[in-house]
């Protein structure tokens, strides 16, 4: 099952480079190699929507697929 456990084990003063090591950037092209990442960037978006896109893409990977669910699970929370 996946969950948002292994975002929440990356501390939230990680850079983005150290959480995509620890969760992925959905080059591996399954959900637990994407998803966790996305969250962890939802979680910890503070400064602003566009700077965390630059972020999640920054990460390479795959990019559209990783700035989707970003943008999803930002707009289901309403931030």
């Known amino acids: 099952m996946l969950g948002a456990g292994p975002a929440l084990d990356v501390p939230p003063d990680a850079t983005i480079v150290a959480a995509a ?34 972020h999640t893409v920054s990460t390479l990977g795959d ?6 669910i970003f943008g999803g699970n930002c707009a289901a929370h309403g931030t």
């Open 21 to 54: 090591k620890a969760l992925g950037n959905g080059s591996g092209v399954t959900a637990p190699d994407t998803v966790p990442l996305c969250l962890w960037v939802v979680s910890h978006a503070c400064a602003g929507y566009a700077e965390a896109l630059w």
């Open 63 to 68: 990019r559209d697929t990783t700035c989707a």
